[in-house]
Structures are given as structure tokens and as C-alpha cells.
């Protein structure tokens, strides 16, 4: 088991709100585990969508790649409730040749339900694929691009340590 890291601090460039349905919460009444990963889905369509000018998977007629979801990790820091406002956040960690991380923190912003708080954090994996060939194929450097200047940062290219 690896040593439980800090949530990730700093600025998030997209912020995406998220409404906790009574679908989303488990017998205890808090937001069941597995409904993370969906709201980190929802966070990177969104990101995809405010950096692009159009919703994933439209818009990139001719194009023959694409990306995938390679790996998901979620570390879990505070229950959040039924009827509580959160906020998933989403930024580009680092790209590589094929692949590139995105980072997520979830965050209740506070209500009468509970205070400000950290719910979730975590990170993905993207890699870039072929329609066609349904082959691993380098990033566009259009896309790499795309997110620099969405971030208004240079992104690390490559993997941070994962320890780190």
C-alpha cells in the first residue's frame, strides 16, 4: 500500500458543479464510493469541452484518435451528503508521448448540511488511441497545445514519481 499523499493543492482551472442525487448515496447516506468516478467523468467531459469549444466526441470529425480511460485512482477524505452542493475540479497533471494525467478534487463548499471540506481527490490516465487500428498512437500536438493554453501553464511532460 502506498503512503496516503495530501490532497492536491493549488489552482484548479475548471471547476465543475455537481448536484448529489439520492441515487448517488448508499445505505450509511453518504455518497456511495464508486459514485467518485463518475463525477470525475463528468469533470473530464466538461474540462474536454471548456479547453475544445465542443462537447467530447463531436467536433472532431476527420479525426481518427481518440483517448481512453487508462487508470483511475480516488483517495476518499470526508463523506458528502445527499443535497450537498460539491464541486469537482479538474487539471492537467502532465502529458507524455501517448498519454496524459489529469488530477480531481472534490469539494463541498459548504451548506447547511455540512462545512467546506475536501471530500475526494484523485487521479487518470488518458491514453490516445486510433479509431481505426485500436492502437496506442502519439498525442496531436494540437491537443498538447489545446491544454497549455487552456491551463495557461506549461503541463510536466512526463509521469511525476508516485510517491510524489
Known amino acids: ?6 490532497p492536491p493543492e493549488g489552482k484548479f482551472r475548471y471547476r465543475h458543479p455537481i448536484e448529489v442525487r439520492f441515487a448517488d448515496t448508499d445505505a450509511m447516506g453518504h455518497v456511495n464510493n464508486a459514485t467518485y468516478l463518475t463525477y470525475f467523468e463528468a469533470a473530464r467531459a466538461g474540462y474536454y469541452a471548456a479547453l475544445a469549444g465542443t462537447p467530447f466526441g463531436h467536433g472532431e ?31 492537467a497533471a502532465w502529458l507524455s508521448r501517448s498519454s496524459f494525467g489529469l488530477e480531481y478534487r472534490v469539494v463541498a463548499e459548504g451548506s ?39 491551463e495557461g ?12
Do not use: K, N, W
Open 1 to 6: 500500500m502506498s503512503p496516503r499523499r495530501s
Open 61 to 91: 470529425t476527420g479525426r481518427r484518435h481518440t483517448f481512453l480511460l487508462a487508470e483511475a485512482r480516488v483517495v476518499y477524505r470526508a463523506p458528502a451528503f445527499f443535497g450537498e452542493p460539491l464541486v469537482c475540479e479538474c487539471r
Open 112 to 150: 447547511v448540511v455540512a462545512p467546506r471540506r475536501v471530500i475526494a481527490d484523485g487521479d487518470t490516465v488518458q491514453v490516445m488511441i486510433d479509431h481505426a487500428t485500436a492502437r496506442v498512437v502519439r498525442m496531436p500536438a494540437d491537443l498538447a497545445q489545446l491544454i497549455e493554453r487552456f
Open 153 to 164: 501553464r506549461s503541463i510536466p511532460a512526463q509521469l511525476p514519481s508516485p510517491l510524489a
